[in-house]
């Protein structure tokens, strides 16, 4: 078994299937904790939900990447696609993401979202026919007939991203986002970092010379007074919003079906009553966090949370999946609840970095989780619980099923 030193001193190398009873431990004992990326470099772990949210709305912890990369001060690798692409909101400080923000936020309104409605239904449907025409005693992989498919169709389609493209696009993500610790995986990386920024580079260019109603379009002309995004931040906002946009939504919906298929007396209260359903999402955010560590920040000066002193200049990352399970944020934290009470979690941020899409995915997890339960009323797992690994994603920011082995049972329309 892997001890609470082994772990810290390899953050991320912890077990991805079950990493909850070591986060219970580390917030046992005390809010924040120093580790050690696997990449190497040192990292304060605030993990308690008080201190975590604190945290987040912190303005002395910084998400300025390019003043670190800048300061000399070893605490993040530059990462793919590159500085090309790392000039969005996630990694800039105000003034410039309140900028990015508004500017990003005028193109990606709530009408546009609210629009997609229809379009997302349908693309659900023709999803679920697909498993209905296997056959009820079929094994069927609902990451990728159902989970990846449906987000990733629908920012695509939010984007203007051509069909002849999303499939090299897709395949080119996924090598992208995948672990990658060794030198042949890093060069599988690169080709596929590439392949990626050349499929945009060229999505953006043909917008400029034929501009359609789309979400690129948009962003190609959002302007706020005089201001407009430059290159950098068009392309590295482009890369975040598709990134972003279906893998943290298409690890909630594989997440959210393995919680509520092995708590079946919760799921039985959806089927009876799907108003329940909005709520429970937020409680399934929360129970298995698709996102279970905040993006990367660091302290401009030295910040205490919780009686620990972090540093100036030490990466901080804040543990979303620890906080929201902590019992003194909530009672029961290991208990899956739908009808808990006032789900104040974590899973889509808080202060100035609330996650800009959570409109879009919880519209996208409702709609996605109320036409399976019901067109699949005898839905099961096709293997047991413990056989089902989160290998997709880094085990830091990104945690989300490799594979969701179901067998649907008949279909009803």
Not at 86 to 111: E, I, K, Q, W, Y
Request: hydrophobic share 45%; proline share 7%; net charge negative.
């Amino acid at each position: 078994m892997t001890t609470i030193a082994e772990a810290l001193s390899a953050w991320g190398g912890y077990d991805r299937d079950d990493p909850y009873p070591l986060f219970a431990e580390l917030v046992a004992e005390g809010p924040v904790h120093k580790a050690t990326l696997l990449d190497g470099h040192d990292v304060y772990l605030v993990v308690r939900h008080a201190e975590a949210r604190a945290a987040l709305g912190d303005t002395r912890l910084s998400k300025d990447i390019h003043a670190a990369l800048a300061s000399g001060n070893d605490v993040v690798a530059e990462g793919l696609p590159g500085p090309a692409f790392a000039r969005h909101m996630l990694v800039v400080d105000p003034p410039d993401h309140t900028r990015l923000r508004r500017l990003v936020a005028g193109a990606f309104s709530v009408r546009r979202i609210e629009a997609l409605q229809p379009r997302i239904e349908a693309i659900v449907d023709d999803l679920l026919d697909g498993i209905a025409g296997r056959g009820p005693d079929a094994v069927v992989d609902l990451v990728s007939c159902f989970a990846f498919p449906l987000p990733f169709t629908v920012i695509c389609e939010l984007l203007g991203i051509p069909g002849s493209e999303r499939d090299e696009l897709a395949r080119g993500l996924a090598v992208l986002l995948a672990p990658a610790a060794t030198a042949p995986e890093n060069e599988r990386a690169k080709a596929a970092s590439d392949t990626v920024v050349a499929l945009l580079e060229r999505l953006v260019r043909e917008k400029q010379h034929q501009p359609d109603d789309a979400l690129v379009s948009a962003l190609i002309v959002a302007r706020d007074g005089d201001e407009r995004l430059n290159q950098q931040e068009l392309m590295s906002t482009i890369f975040q919003l598709i990134v972003a946009g279906h893998d943290t939504t298409a690890s909630l919906l594989g997440n959210s079906v393995v919680a509520l298929l092995t708590h079946p007396e919760q799921l039985d209260e959806i089927r009876s009553d799907p108003s329940k359903l909005p709520v429970a999402i937020e409680e399934l955010m929360r129970f298995d966090a698709p996102v279970p560590h905040a993006t990367f920040r660091y302290a401009l000066e030295p910040i205490e949370f919780g009686g620990v002193t972090i540093p100036a200049g030490a990466q901080v990352l804040i543990n979303l999946a620890a906080a929201n399970r902590d019992g003194q944020f909530c009672p029961a934290p290991d208990v899956l609840d739908i009808d808990r009470a006032d789900v104040r979690h974590l899973g889509f941020g808080h202060g100035i970095h609330f996650c800009l899409g959570a409109p879009l995915a919880r519209m996208e997890g409702h709609i996605a989780l109320a036409a399976l339960i019901r067109r699949f009323p005898q839905l099961r797992l096709a293997v047991p619980v413990d056989e089902l690994h989160w290998g997709h994603g880094d085990g830091v920011v990104l945690r989300g099923l490799s594979e969701l082995p179901v067998v649907p049972g008949p279909a009803v329309r």
